[in-house]
Each structure stands twice: as structure tokens, then as C-alpha cells.
């Protein structure tokens, strides 16, 4: 494994903080920017700006699809394997969509089709951003009540939110649309991202020894913990996005990226800040 | 491992809390009641994605108003309604339902105009309503002999009234699922002529709007008002002066039916049998007695007037549809993804300690975790794709925990003293309880949040956390400190 091979002890405080500080930087500035020109920080998908979503297994090909839907607003088709596709229209009116639900029944009638309304989308991404904002909130009342000390507290919570709006920023580059899913896992993210980052601190602040060791043992109990997380949500992002599942393919992907991200955030980040903290003589 | 060892393992509470729970939940699943048909699956429940089966999402078109006023409030209830077209309704000392959706904006000159003031304002309807919304919905779905129906209201965070009722039918194709919404019974009004012999007078299509049980302040008795149209109302008449109710009300009763079934039948009041006699009434009232009893048929009395039309018109804003077979595809990919997940983290931890007396306790400890979450999620929670992939990520999350406690524990590579086991574990334990605390935090909103069709998925974290933190680290904890101490 290639990170096993980074010596975290080879770099100045400096040096570690850069790399993220400056990712973060221009992650702000593109979902600062995509906030000014659409309004949202991401691009919604169908459950925050309305729309129909479709999964059907069928043979015909991407542009038999893309055919058949043409007076629609088609928006993408995705495919699986096993003749999985995944099928998403934007909003349109009910007449419209009541001709469109009889065309997919007459051509794919095993389909699963899901549709939410533009102005109830509204009111998801409401309650979404809602939901983000208490959860980080509350996270950082934890993280700050279990440390009693600013410092260690507000870097594991800068890390926590570089991790999320990093991690948005990749989205929002690659194309996943901002959804019920994906905020669930951008929320599922603040936990995983916490977890890394109290061991870093917990045993750099709290244990006795040498520096360079601590940091070295946490850094190798660390990396096994987030592989072994990464290889479980790799395995449920192969199966399913071959099998089609799109909610949980989005939650992976997610998942996925923001675990690497975290892999930066933690141990060049937050390591980088406490241990800057510590050689300044924070600790006692 | 010896079987003393063993034994000497069970004693321990830890240990032993951790096999109850896992035998309680294989119990649950499987024996209580024994389900054999479903095989694996014994009692699990599934949501609407992995069964197959429709849902509907309908926003009510009404708001709650508070207000402020020095005028009687029945003043501006009047107001309201003929300026609004539309039914209002006294909440409580400052609350109005207005069963109409309509803006804060155009209503403010409404309320100025009645000398008047809104206070607050917000989408939804009264908790009263929801619960009757509710109720002809389950009416409804019951008739039809409906098995596996869920019918949810929802308020979103931020409010304090419901706006939205979610109902969901297993098995039922969305054709079918928006007919049983949409349809209505058959009412009908009909009159006594002679012994038990009724002529008809009207059907329920003549009636323009239904009010909610009052009580009489003279007689104390419950009823519930309803008004006729122009024509409704002369038909009434027509009928009440042909076979003699007017002169002789009490011979003459009048009978209401819906979908042929007698609902209500009482005589002609006096009052009205007077009125009748100049002019059509468009405004009735049918009594059901005083007391709970009759408040009780006044509400009943009250759906069937409104013949399975709910009482606020409500808009589809959402609606989806998964054929049984696509659910029974998304069931077998989800249990691989599962199965795979356990397995590659096994093949991780495996690379990692190279050692199976630490990699096969882990991966059944996170095994039993799983069982025993999926045996408390039998009883309060189904499980719908998103929560399945909330059970994965506390696969994940869960063998992060059990990494930190073994190394945490394997200090420098020797196997410690017991004291300092002990001493290594609490702090281990340190760690994780704070880790598991803000994941509990970060997904508490989640789960609380009514709109979220992923609550389902933080309440499976949240409960698998939960179990990590209570059961399954501390015996985790035991077991290793027994294995390692050989």
C-alpha cells in the first residue's frame, strides 16, 4: 500500500498543511463560484430540482433511448451491466408526464419510476441544507466538549469541513449531482472523518512518548482503519453500481472520494496543525 | 481456543450480553412467528424499493393562519370564505385553517379588509385534519383489502403542521395506487314516502362543502353542516314538499347512502320543515346526538358527506413505482454488496495482522453486530435500499472501531498485563465513544427529519453505533484480552 510508505515525520508542519489548505482554497472558490452563476453550490439532481428518474433492464441500446424519449426532457442515460439503465428526465408538466409514464409502461413496463415535483424539490433541498447544517454543527459541540482545548478541537473540525467541501468539489467536477443520497453520505462523511482524526489527537496529546513515535503509530493504525472502510464501501459501490442501485452507487461514490480526501485532510491537515501545536509547546 | 477458556468467556456479562441479543435476534427474525416461506429472510421487513409496490406524495392546498383581531373571528371566518371560495376552519383561540393554497401576500388584504391582522403564517393544515386525512385514507385502503399499506403525514423541519401525507402500497402498480387515492363513493340523499319505501333526491355531487362537527348551542347536540348547490337545493325542496315531509316530518326521514349503504337517517327538523316551505335551504345541518357518541358518528357522518373526498385538496408532488421483480433484483445486489463488503474487509484486516486468532473474532463480532441490528430493525424499522446502505457503512465504521481497540491494546507488539489491558481498553474505549458520538450527532437530523426518504438510513447508523459502543466493543474487548493473554 502506498501511503503505508508516506513518513509523516519527514515533513515540516508547513509543508503538511499546504497541499490541503490550498485544495480547500480552490474548492471554496468553485462551489463559491457555482453558488454565484446557479444559485446552489452543486448541481441538484432530480431530487432537489425535480424530475424523473427511471431504472429499467432492457437491451436496447443508449440510443434507442435516447430515440424513444426524444420528446422529452431527456437529461442522461446510464448503464450498467446486464443491460441496467438508469434513465433521468427533468421536471415537465403533469400532462407530459402522464404521457411519458404511459410510453415507459408500453416500452419498458418493469421499470422503476420515481418522480418528485419541482417546488417539493425546493422544499428537500431546504430541509437538506437544514440537516447538513445541524449535523456539523453538532459535531463540533462534541468535538469541542470532548477536547476542552480550542486548538485540537477546531483542527479536527477545519478537517471535517475540508473534508466536505472538498469532497464537493470533486462532485461537482465529475458530475455527481447533489441529492438526497449524496447529502446523506457528505453527512455519513463528517462521522468517518472524525473518527481518524480523535485518534490522531488522542494519541498525540494524550499518551506519553516520543512525538515522531506517536505520530508514526497512529498514522499506521489509521491508514488500516480507513482501508478497511474504503474496501468495504468499494465493494458496495462495485456491486451496485453494476447491479443498477442507484441510491447506494451514489452514497459509495461519495463515500469513496471523501474517505481520500479524508486520508488528506487527517494526516497532512490535522496532523500538520497538532503537531505544530505541540512543538510550540501547547501541550503540557 | 480450550473450553475452559470458553467457558470462562460466556461468564463474562460482556460476552454474555453479546450471545443473548444475537440468539434474541436470530429469534425475532426466524421463530417469532416461524416464517419458513421466506427462507432467509424470515421477518425482516422491506420497504417499497426492495418489495416492489407504489407511493404517493400529496401536498396539502391549505394553510394555518394566526391572527389577531377585535372583532368577533366569526366575522372574518365569513369573510374568508366567500371572498376565498374555500372552507375556513377555526383552530384554536388564534389559529385559522384556510383549505385553500394561497399566499401570505394575497391574503393580507383579506385580513385588513375584516379588520384583521396575520400573525404567522405557514403551508400545512391542522393536526385535526391530518389525523381525518389519514383516517378516509386508511378507509379506503382497508376497503380494498389492502394488506401492506403505510400512510404517513409529514411535517417538514421548521414547521409545526403537517403539509404532506405519504402513502405507500406494497404490491400495487401506480395505476391502481392513484385510482384508490382519486376515487370516491357513491352518496346519495333519499327520502321516506311511505313504510320503507325512499324516493332518491340527490347524489353527493350536489353537495358544494362540508363543514366539521359542531355542537348545537341550544340543544347541546353534535352535527355536522353541509351545503347544496342552487340546484341541489330545489331538487330538496321538491322532494321534501312532494311526499310531505314539510306537513308531516316525522313519517318522512331522510336517509343518506353511500355506496348504497344507510349512513344516516333522521327526520326534517321543524326549523327547516318551516323554512322548506317558502324557499330552497342551501345550508343544512344533520344532528347526531349530544355527548363523545355523538361527536363520534359527527365525525364519521362527516367523511361519508364527503364521500372518500378528502377534506383539502391535495397535489401529487411526488410518486414512484418499483415492479416486484425489479425489488426482488435489488434484494439479491444489495445482499451481495453486503457479503462482499465483510468479505474484502476480512481480506483488509487479514493483510494487516496476518494473524486469524485477531481477524476471526473481529470479523464475528461485526457479524453479530449486524444481526443484532437487523433483529431491532425487524421490529421498528424497514429496511429500504437507503438503510441497507447504512448497513454497510456500519460494516465499515464498526471494523474501524475494533482496529483502533486492537492496536490500541497491542501496543509495541507485546501482550500486555491485565491491568494495563485494562488501562489501554478504556482509553481505546475513550476513543471510540467520542468518535461514536459525533456519528450519532451528524445523523441525528436525519433521522429526525420527516421529509427524508433517508431516515431510514441514519436511524440503521445511528442504531448501529449505538450497539457498537453498548455491546459489541466491550465484548470484543474481552474476547481479544482472553485470546491474547494464551
Given at each position: 500500500?502506498?501511503?503505508?510508505?508516506?513518513?509523516?515525520?519527514?515533513?515540516?508542519?508547513?509543508?503538511?498543511?499546504?497541499?490541503?489548505?490550498?485544495?480547500?482554497?480552490?474548492?471554496?472558490?468553485?462551489?463559491?463560484?457555482?453558488?454565484?452563476?446557479?444559485?446552489?453550490?452543486?448541481?441538484?439532481?432530480?431530487?432537489?430540482?425535480?424530475?424523473?428518474?427511471?431504472?429499467?433492464?432492457?437491451?436496447?441500446?443508449?440510443?434507442?433511448?435516447?430515440?424513444?424519449?426524444?420528446?422529452?426532457?431527456?437529461?442522461?442515460?446510464?448503464?450498467?451491466?446486464?443491460?441496467?439503465?438508469?434513465?433521468?428526465?427533468?421536471?415537465?408538466?403533469?400532462?407530459?408526464?402522464?404521457?411519458?409514464?404511459?410510453?415507459?409502461?408500453?416500452?419498458?413496463?418493469?421499470?422503476?419510476?420515481?418522480?418528485?415535483?419541482?417546488?417539493?424539490?425546493?422544499?428537500?433541498?431546504?430541509?437538506?441544507?437544514?440537516?447538513?447544517?445541524?449535523?456539523?454543527?453538532?459535531?463540533?459541540?462534541?468535538?469541542?466538549?470532548?477536547?476542552?482545548?480550542?486548538?485540537?478541537?477546531?483542527?479536527?473540525?477545519?478537517?471535517?469541513?475540508?473534508?466536505?467541501?472538498?469532497?464537493?468539489?470533486?462532485?461537482?467536477?465529475?458530475?455527481?449531482?447533489?441529492?438526497?443520497?449524496?447529502?446523506?453520505?457528505?453527512?455519513?462523511?463528517?462521522?468517518?472523518?472524525?473518527?481518524?482524526?480523535?485518534?490522531?489527537?488522542?494519541?498525540?496529546?494524550?499518551?506519553?512518548?516520543?512525538?515522531?513515535?506517536?505520530?508514526?503509530?497512529?498514522?499506521?493504525?489509521?491508514?488500516?482503519?480507513?482501508?478497511?472502510?474504503?474496501?468495504?464501501?468499494?465493494?458496495?459501490?462495485?456491486?451496485?453500481?453494476?447491479?443498477?442501485?442507484?441510491?447506494?452507487?451514489?452514497?459509495?461514490?461519495?463515500?469513496?472520494?471523501?474517505?481520500?480526501?479524508?486520508?488528506?485532510?487527517?494526516?497532512?491537515?490535522?496532523?500538520?496543525?497538532?503537531?505544530?501545536?505541540?512543538?510550540?509547546?501547547?501541550?503540557? | 481456543?480450550?473450553?475452559?477458556?470458553?467457558?470462562?468467556?460466556?461468564?463474562?456479562?460482556?460476552?454474555?450480553?453479546?450471545?443473548?441479543?444475537?440468539?434474541?435476534?436470530?429469534?425475532?427474525?426466524?421463530?417469532?412467528?416461524?416464517?419458513?416461506a421466506n427462507g432467509l429472510e424470515g421477518n425482516l421487513q422491506f420497504g417499497l424499493d426492495l418489495q416492489g409496490g407504489s407511493w404517493l406524495q400529496m401536498e396539502f392546498q391549505s394553510v394555518v393562519v394566526a391572527y389577531s383581531t377585535d372583532k368577533p373571528v366569526g366575522d372574518l371566518i365569513e369573510n374568508l370564505q366567500k371572498s376565498l371560495e374555500a372552507d375556513v376552519i377555526q383552530i384554536d383561540e388564534n389559529h385559522l385553517e384556510i383549505r385553500k393554497g394561497v399566499s401570505?401576500?394575497?391574503?393580507?388584504?383579506?385580513?385588513?379588509?375584516?379588520?384583521?391582522?396575520?400573525?404567522?403564517?405557514?403551508?400545512?393544515?391542522?393536526?385535526?385534519?391530518?389525523?381525518?386525512?389519514?383516517?378516509?385514507?386508511?378507509?379506503?385502503?382497508?376497503?380494498?383489502?389492502?394488506?401492506?399499506?403505510?400512510?404517513?403525514?409529514?411535517?417538514?423541519?421548521?414547521?409545526?403542521?403537517?403539509?404532506?401525507?405519504?402513502?405507500?402500497?406494497?404490491?400495487?402498480?401506480?395505476?391502481?395506487?392513484?385510482?384508490?387515492?382519486?376515487?370516491?363513493?357513491?352518496?346519495?340523499?333519499?327520502?321516506?314516502?311511505?313504510?320503507?319505501?325512499?324516493?332518491?333526491?340527490?347524489?353527493?355531487?350536489?353537495?358544494?362543502?362540508?363543514?366539521?362537527?359542531?355542537?348545537?348551542?341550544?340543544?347541546?347536540?353534535?352535527?355536522?353542516?353541509?351545503?347544496?348547490?342552487?340546484?341541489?337545493?330545489?331538487?330538496?325542496?321538491?322532494?321534501?314538499?312532494?311526499?310531505?315531509?314539510?306537513?308531516?316530518?316525522?313519517?318522512?326521514?331522510?336517509?343518506?347512502?353511500?355506496?348504497?349503504?344507510?349512513?344516516?337517517?333522521?327526520?326534517?327538523?321543524?326549523?327547516?320543515?318551516?323554512?322548506?316551505?317558502?324557499?330552497?335551504?342551501?345550508?343544512?345541518?344533520?344532528?347526531?346526538?349530544?355527548?363523545?357518541?355523538?361527536?363520534?358518528?359527527?365525525?364519521?357522518?362527516?367523511?361519508?358527506?364527503?364521500?372518500?373526498?378528502?377534506?383539502?385538496?391535495?397535489?401529487?408532488?411526488?410518486?414512484?413505482?418499483?415492479?416486484?421483480?425489479?425489488?426482488?433484483?435489488?434484494?439479491?445486489?444489495?445482499?451481495?454488496?453486503?457479503?462482499?463488503?465483510?468479505?474484502?474487509?476480512?481480506?483488509?484486516?487479514?493483510?494487516?495482522?496476518?494473524?486469524?486468532?485477531?481477524?476471526?473474532?473481529?470479523?464475528?463480532?461485526?457479524?453479530?453486530?449486524?444481526?443484532?441490528?437487523?433483529?431491532?430493525?425487524?421490529?421498528?424499522?424497514?429496511?429500504?435500499?437507503?438503510?441497507?446502505?447504512?448497513?454497510?457503512?456500519?460494516?465499515?465504521?464498526?471494523?474501524?472501531?475494533?482496529?483502533?481497540?486492537?492496536?490500541?491494546?497491542?501496543?509495541?507488539?507485546?501482550?500486555?498485563?491485565?491491568?494495563?489491558?485494562?488501562?489501554?481498553?478504556?482509553?481505546?474505549?475513550?476513543?471510540?465513544?467520542?468518535?461514536?458520538?459525533?456519528?450519532?450527532?451528524?445523523?441525528?437530523?436525519?433521522?429526525?427529519?420527516?421529509?427524508?426518504?433517508?431516515?431510514?438510513?441514519?436511524?440503521?447508523?445511528?442504531?448501529?453505533?449505538?450497539?457498537?459502543?453498548?455491546?459489541?466493543?466491550?465484548?470484543?474487548?474481552?474476547?481479544?484480552?482472553?485470546?491474547?493473554?494464551?
Open positions: 500500500m502506498e501511503f503505508v510508505r508516506y513518513d509523516i515525520n519527514k515533513y515540516s508542519p508547513r509543508q503538511m498543511v499546504a497541499l490541503p489548505l490550498v485544495l480547500l482554497l480552490l474548492a471554496g472558490i468553485l462551489l463559491g463560484y457555482t453558488t454565484l452563476t446557479t444559485g446552489l453550490p452543486l448541481k441538484p439532481g432530480i431530487d432537489f430540482a425535480g424530475g424523473t428518474a427511471v431504472t429499467a433492464f432492457t437491451s436496447d441500446s443508449r440510443e434507442t433511448i435516447e430515440a424513444t424519449f426524444s420528446g422529452y426532457p431527456l437529461l442522461s442515460v446510464g448503464e450498467g451491466i446486464g443491460g441496467g439503465k438508469y434513465i433521468q428526465f427533468g421536471p415537465m408538466d403533469d400532462a407530459r408526464y402522464q404521457s411519458l409514464v404511459a410510453l415507459i409502461n408500453e416500452k419498458y413496463p418493469d421499470a422503476k419510476v420515481d418522480q418528485i415535483g419541482e417546488t417539493f424539490g425546493k422544499t428537500l433541498q431546504g430541509q437538506a441544507f437544514l440537516a447538513l447544517l445541524f449535523s456539523f454543527i453538532g459535531m463540533s459541540v462534541v468535538v469541542v466538549i470532548a477536547f476542552r482545548n480550542l486548538v485540537p478541537a477546531g483542527a479536527v473540525v477545519l478537517s471535517a469541513f475540508a473534508d466536505i467541501a472538498v469532497t464537493a468539489a470533486i462532485m461537482q467536477i465529475i458530475g455527481i449531482p447533489l441529492s438526497l443520497g449524496t447529502t446523506a453520505a457528505l453527512l455519513m462523511l463528517i462521522g468517518y472523518s472524525v473518527d481518524s482524526d480523535i485518534l490522531l489527537t488522542t494519541r498525540l496529546l494524550k499518551r506519553k512518548g516520543k512525538l515522531d513515535e506517536k505520530l508514526a503509530g497512529a498514522f499506521r493504525t489509521g491508514i488500516i482503519m480507513t482501508t478497511t472502510t474504503l474496501a468495504a464501501i468499494a465493494a458496495m459501490w462495485v456491486v451496485s453500481t453494476a447491479g443498477q442501485v442507484q441510491i447506494i452507487s451514489e452514497i459509495a461514490s461519495v463515500l469513496l472520494i471523501g474517505l481520500f480526501v479524508d486520508l488528506m485532510n487527517t494526516w497532512m491537515l490535522n496532523a500538520g496543525i497538532l503537531k505544530e501545536y505541540i512543538l510550540r509547546g501547547g501541550k503540557k | 481456543m480450550k473450553s475452559e477458556t470458553i467457558v470462562h468467556l460466556i461468564k463474562d456479562w460482556r460476552v454474555a450480553l453479546l450471545i443473548v441479543l444475537v440468539a434474541g435476534s436470530l429469534i425475532g427474525i426466524y421463530l417469532t412467528p416461524p416464517n419458513p401570505r401576500a394575497d391574503l393580507e388584504p383579506l385580513f385588513a379588509a375584516s379588520d384583521a391582522k396575520i400573525v404567522g403564517y405557514q403551508e400545512g393544515v391542522s393536526s385535526f385534519t391530518a389525523d381525518e386525512v389519514k383516517r378516509i385514507l386508511n378507509d379506503k385502503v382497508n376497503a380494498l383489502g389492502m394488506q401492506d399499506a403505510r400512510i404517513n403525514l409529514l411535517t417538514p423541519t421548521g414547521s409545526e403542521y403537517p403539509q404532506y401525507v405519504r402513502i405507500e402500497l406494497a404490491g400495487v402498480d401506480m395505476a391502481t395506487a392513484q385510482e384508490i387515492v382519486g376515487k370516491q363513493g357513491m352518496f346519495e340523499i333519499r327520502i321516506q314516502t311511505t313504510g320503507n319505501e325512499t324516493e332518491h333526491v340527490l347524489y353527493g355531487d350536489q353537495i358544494t362543502s362540508v363543514g366539521v362537527p359542531q355542537r348545537s348551542p341550544e340543544t347541546q347536540a353534535w352535527g355536522v353542516g353541509f351545503t347544496l348547490s342552487d340546484a341541489g337545493a330545489q331538487a330538496f325542496r321538491d322532494a321534501a314538499l312532494r311526499y310531505g315531509a314539510v306537513d308531516n316530518p316525522n313519517a318522512h326521514n331522510l336517509v343518506m347512502l353511500l355506496d348504497n349503504k344507510t349512513v344516516y337517517s333522521a327526520p326534517l327538523s321543524g326549523d327547516l320543515a318551516a323554512g322548506l316551505r317558502s324557499a330552497p335551504v342551501r345550508s343544512l345541518s344533520a344532528s347526531t346526538g349530544t355527548g363523545d357518541a355523538g361527536l363520534e358518528d359527527a365525525m364519521t357522518l362527516e367523511i361519508h358527506l364527503r364521500a372518500g373526498a378528502l377534506p383539502v385538496k391535495v397535489n401529487v408532488v411526488g410518486s414512484g413505482s418499483v415492479p416486484a421483480a425489479l425489488g426482488e433484483h435489488f434484494k439479491t445486489t444489495v445482499a451481495i454488496a453486503g457479503l462482499l463488503a465483510l468479505l474484502t474487509v476480512g481480506v483488509v484486516v487479514y493483510y494487516r495482522y496476518r494473524e486469524p486468532s485477531i481477524v476471526i473474532p473481529m470479523l464475528a463480532i461485526n457479524l453479530s453486530e449486524i444481526i443484532i441490528l437487523l433483529g431491532i430493525a425487524r421490529f421498528i424499522q424497514q429496511l429500504d435500499l437507503a438503510s441497507i446502505a447504512g448497513l454497510i457503512a456500519v460494516i465499515g465504521t464498526g471494523i474501524d472501531q475494533l482496529v483502533i481497540i486492537t492496536d490500541e491494546v497491542l501496543h509495541e507488539g507485546r501482550v500486555p498485563s491485565p491491568n494495563l489491558y485494562m488501562k489501554r481498553y478504556g482509553r481505546a474505549f475513550g476513543i471510540i465513544a467520542i468518535a461514536a458520538a459525533t456519528v450519532i450527532i451528524a445523523m441525528l437530523p436525519l433521522a429526525l427529519m420527516d421529509l427524508s426518504t433517508l431516515r431510514g438510513f441514519a436511524i440503521i447508523t445511528i442504531l448501529g453505533t449505538m450497539i457498537g459502543i453498548l455491546v459489541t466493543r466491550p465484548a470484543y474487548g474481552k474476547v481479544i484480552m482472553e485470546i491474547l493473554s494464551k
